[in-house]
C-alpha cells in the first residue's frame, strides 16, 4: 500500500483562482489537487486533499493523520499568522510536516512575515505559486522513499 500524504489548505484557498489573481495566479484549487494528485501516483504516493475556512476542521485533519498519514503539506493560509492551535495539533504530529505558501509572504505585509507554523514545519516553500506543493511532495517522496 502506497504511503498517504495529507495536503491540507485553509481558509480562502477555495477561491484560488479568482482571488487576487495577481498574488496567487489563475489556478484554482481543483487544479492543483489534479496536478498533485497526478504527481503523487508517479511517486508512489497517495494524496489526501483537503480545504477548511474553519480552524477546528484543520487541527481535526492533522489529528486524523496521525493515524494515517507518512506526511503532511500545509498551506494554513492566514492561520500560519494566528494559530497556536495549528501549530500544538502539529507537534502531536512524528511525521514531516511541509508548510507551502502560493506567495512570497516575505515580500509583503509584515504581519505574513512570522508564521506560527513554522515553528514546527520541517521546510517552508514561499512565493512559487503552485509550483510549491508538487516541489514539497518530491521532497517528501525523497525523504520517505
Ligand atoms: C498564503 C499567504 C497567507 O498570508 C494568506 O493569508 C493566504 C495564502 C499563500 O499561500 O501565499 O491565505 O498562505
Not at 29 to 41: I, N, P, R, W, Y
Not at 99 to 104: D, K, Q
Not at 109 to 116: G, P, V
Request: glycine share 8%; with cysteine.
Amino acid at each position: 500500500m502506497s504511503k498517504l500524504i495529507y495536503i491540507l489548505n485553509g481558509p480562502n484557498l477555495n477561491l484560488l483562482g479568482q482571488r487576487e489573481p495577481e498574488i496567487y495566479g489563475s489556478a484554482t484549487l481543483a487544479d492543483v489537487e489534479t496536478s498533485c494528485a497526478a504527481l503523487a501516483g508517479e511517486l508512489g504516493l497517495r494524496t489526501r486533499f483537503l480545504q477548511s475556512n474553519a480552524e477546528h476542521q484543520i487541527i481535526d485533519w492533522v489529528h486524523e493523520a496521525r493515524e494515517d498519514g507518512a506526511g503532511i503539506i500545509i498551506n494554513p493560509a492566514a492561520f500560519s499568522h494566528t494559530s497556536i492551535a495549528v501549530l500544538d495539533a502539529l507537534k502531536m504530529y512524528d511525521g514531516p510536516v511541509i508548510e507551502v505558501h502560493i506567495s512570497n509572504v516575505h515580500q509583503r505585509e509584515r504581519f505574513r512575515h512570522h508564521s506560527y507554523v513554522s515553528y514546527r514545519s520541517d521546510g517552508v516553500i514561499a512565493g512559487l505559486g503552485t509550483h510549491g506543493y508538487e516541489l514539497a511532495l518530491r521532497h517528501l517522496a525523497r525523504l520517505l522513499g
